[in-house]
């Protein structure tokens, strides 16, 4: 009873995460704002992501002030190469 239970259930959490993850955007978001940026703002921007003096909240209120929906996840996954643009 316990190893069938177990499995149904560990399954079952398994096919709600696939599906959880499949729905998720298919883009990085920071990609997105890259994208939406002039060529000399993005490069700016891109420059950024670079320094590691430059704090990903820092980038993330400048973004904001700018008027783009940001988190500091969403940067700190793109600079460490976690984010949807490697995939």
Known sequence: ?????GTTKTNALTDALEATRQNVGQRCGIRLILDQLDDADAA???EWFRQPSISGA??????THAGHRVSTDSIGRHRRGECRCET
């Open 1 to 5: 009873m316990g190893d069938k239970l």
């Open 44 to 46: 700016t921007v891109t």
């Open 58 to 63: 820092h980038i993330g209120r400048a973004l």
